[in-house]
């Protein structure tokens, strides 16, 4: 069984559409993440939600907006998609907020914005 | 404010030989400090972690990683190199101290390439 899976794996789409990213996590983590990968493979954290709280939200646009409904799962949605936002999308969790934790990555949303 | 660095974006070995993928950090505090690795396509996997004790961690796949606090380095070794060790290798570093917001993330190095050539 995948612990961290997402979907779609790719996902090609035009300037200025909306499109989300679902992530699900089996481990019965309390904390999920979003990750952003850039071309230059350069990881960034996005958003971090435990139990279902949002404990930290990095200088991202406005155009993304995270929801969690449950603790096990962590969407993204994105407005008005910008070429900028192409790269690769992780989902990830870990069991709680404690620094020395480590996380479980999904396997990863390739977003091409054309 | 934490960071990573890792110097060298690109490493190539010959199978057999052992290999060593560097980092070194900076935190206000002490660190927690991870290494993961990614395969093409697929998510990070983690390898090690240092949290106290030992300077000498061991982790998964034969790595080991040697924290030195007076370099505020966490290399990465292995004694002997595999072909299926080529993949992009992270290090990451969380300061003890962070108690809220940025402070908790984890903040990733730009990735080495490993290339074990046979």
């Known amino acids: 069984d995948t612990a961290v899976s997402q979907t779609p794996k790719y996902l090609v789409t035009q300037m200025g559409n909306d499109k989300s990213i679902k992530c699900e996590q089996n481990l019965g983590h309390d904390t999920m993440y979003w990750y952003k990968q850039d071309s230059k493979k350069f990881l960034k954290i996005m958003f971090s939600y435990n139990n279902k709280e949002l404990i930290i939200n990095e200088t991202v646009p406005n155009r993304f907006s995270p929801k969690s409904p449950d603790k096990a799962h962590l969407n993204l949605h994105i407005n008005s998609l910008e070429l900028g936002d192409s790269a690769v999308y992780f989902c990830?969790?870990?069991?709680?907020?404690?620094?020395?934790?480590?996380?479980?990555f999904g396997s990863g949303t390739q977003l091409s914005v054309l | 404010a934490q960071s990573v660095a890792q110097p060298e974006d690109q490493v190539n070995v010959a199978e057999g030989n052992p290999l060593t993928v560097k980092c070194t950090y900076s935190v206000s505090g002490n660190p927690y400090l991870f290494w993961y690795v990614q395969y093409p396509n697929r998510g990070l996997q983690f390898l090690l972690k240092?949290?106290?004790?030992?300077?000498l961690v061991k982790g998964s796949y034969g790595f080991e990683a040697e924290f030195n606090k007076s370099q505020t380095s966490f290399h990465l070794k292995k004694p002997s190199a595999l072909v299926s060790d080529s993949a992009l290798y992270f290090c990451?570093?969380?300061?003890?101290?962070?108690?809220?917001?940025?402070?908790?993330?984890?903040?990733f190095g730009s990735g080495t390439q490993l290339t074990v050539l046979p």
């Open positions: 990451a570093v969380r300061d003890r101290k962070g108690s809220s917001g940025s402070a908790r993330q984890l903040t």
């Open positions: 240092y949290i106290t004790g030992d300077n």
């Open positions: 990830a969790s870990s069991q709680g907020t404690i620094t020395n934790e480590k996380l479980f």
